[in-house]
């Protein structure tokens, strides 16, 4: 079931001096805790521009942050304006907030959703892939603040031009960017954190307790834990190596993958094989191309 949530939101108009087809406005949504429960997992995905998030104690959902909408070619009017918005739906206990704009194509699929955007000379996909269209002269960014109940399930991305920043999430975060960074502060439960031409870099408020995952192409990822910290590390670069100040250090035999086919059983067996830290547990896993990786212990 798909339900179409009604956007409580105000605008202020404040014009661009110099360009008079570049307009920028306040934008507030505020979305009450009545329309979501405790399992709810929460995606906010943005396009252009950052998002940047802070976990407090309250109940609802508050999203504030400037809209900036600019025209390639013509006058850009308010009809243009009014056609880019922040828009929300719920999907199988998932609640989206979106960008609303000429040229997106929105699809929910069994409680996902699927987001395509077409602007202009170039296409968007939620992996980043860029082809020769030709849809809108509008173009739009959105920057965005956002605070969220800190127990609350959560994910967030952009695309390009900002980073995704999070703090004070304590149930678990997953950050997705394309060409920008991710930075995670005072971080619990299970992360996930995937850019492609950015730096990772994440502080846990306690060592998880649950599977972590970590990709970059073109970065580093410098992840922080307290001292007590206990993990299995899986690590994999191109161009890079895994540096710690952790001590208690244990190498693990390789793994190997299991495969049948017409010829019989192969392995394949791992280029790097995990290291235990600590008393080992949850898995840490740590994929770069171009970049290193680094565990360090927290100061404070």
Do not use: C
């Given at each position: 079931?798909?339900?179409?949530?009604?956007?409580?939101?105000?605008?202020?108009?404040?014009?661009?001096?110099?360009?008079?087809?570049?307009?920028?406005?306040?934008?507030?949504?505020?979305?009450?805790?009545?329309?979501?429960?405790?399992?709810?997992?929460?995606?906010?995905?943005?396009?252009?521009?950052?998002?940047?998030?802070?976990?407090?104690?309250?109940?609802?959902?508050?999203?504030?942050?400037?809209?900036?909408?600019?025209?390639?070619?013509?006058?850009?009017?308010?009809?243009?304006?009014?056609?880019?918005?922040?828009?929300?739906?719920?999907?199988?206990?998932?609640?989206?907030?979106?960008?609303?704009?000429?040229?997106?194509?929105?699809?929910?699929?069994?409680?996902?959703?699927?987001?395509?955007?077409?602007?202009?000379?170039?296409?968007?996909?939620?992996?980043?892939?860029?082809?020769?269209?030709?849809?809108?002269?509008?173009?739009?960014?959105?920057?965005?603040?956002?605070?969220?109940?800190?127990?609350?399930?959560?994910?967030?991305?952009t695309i390009n031009g900002g980073e995704v920043v999070v703090e004070n999430?304590?149930?678990?975060?997953?950050?997705?960017?394309v060409n920008g960074k991710i930075v995670l502060k005072e971080i619990a439960?299970?992360?996930?954190?995937?850019?492609?031409?950015?730096?990772?870099?994440?502080?846990?408020?306690?060592?998880?307790?649950?599977?972590?995952?970590?990709?970059?192409?073109?970065?580093?990822?410098?992840?922080?834990?307290?001292?007590?910290?206990?993990?299995?590390?899986?690590?994999?670069?191109?161009?890079?190596?895994?540096?710690?100040?952790?001590?208690?250090?244990?190498?693990?035999?390789?793994?190997?993958?299991?495969?049948?086919?017409?010829?019989?059983?192969?392995?394949?067996i791992h280029k790097t094989a995990p290291i235990k830290i600590g008393d080992?547990?949850?898995?840490?896993?740590?994929?770069?191309?171009?970049?290193?990786?680094?565990?360090?212990?927290?100061?404070?």
């Open positions: 079931m798909v339900l179409l949530l009604g956007v409580i939101s105000t605008t202020v108009v404040a014009q661009s001096s110099g360009n008079p087809n570049k307009v920028t406005e306040d934008i507030e949504m505020k979305i009450s805790a009545q329309e979501f429960n405790k399992q709810t997992l929460f995606h906010m995905k943005n396009v252009h521009g950052s998002v940047r998030v802070k976990g407090y104690g309250g109940d609802d959902i508050m999203i504030s942050g400037e809209k900036t909408v600019w025209k390639k070619k013509g006058t850009l009017t308010r009809e243009d304006l009014d056609k880019i918005y922040l828009e929300k739906v719920m999907a199988q206990n998932n609640l989206y907030v979106y960008i609303q704009a000429p040229g997106v194509e929105v699809n929910i699929d069994d409680g996902k959703l699927h987001y395509h955007v077409h602007m202009g000379d170039w296409e968007d996909s939620r992996w980043g892939k860029w082809e020769d269209k030709k849809k809108s002269d509008l173009r739009f960014e959105f920057e965005l603040e956002l605070k969220v109940p800190h127990a609350l399930m959560a994910s967030f991305s999430m304590t149930n678990g975060v997953h950050a997705k960017n439960g299970q992360t996930e954190a995937t850019t492609v031409n950015g730096n990772i870099e994440v502080w846990f408020a306690k060592s998880p307790t649950l599977d972590t995952w970590f990709r970059t192409v073109n970065g580093t990822i410098k992840v922080y834990s307290p001292k007590d910290l206990s993990t299995v590390v899986t690590f994999k670069s191109l161009h890079g190596d895994l540096y710690t100040d952790f001590e208690n250090i244990e190498h693990l035999p390789n793994r190997l993958n299991k495969k049948l086919n017409d010829e019989g059983t192969r392995y394949k080992g547990g949850p898995e840490m896993s740590f994929k770069l191309v171009n970049g290193s990786a680094y565990i360090r212990q927290r100061k404070s």
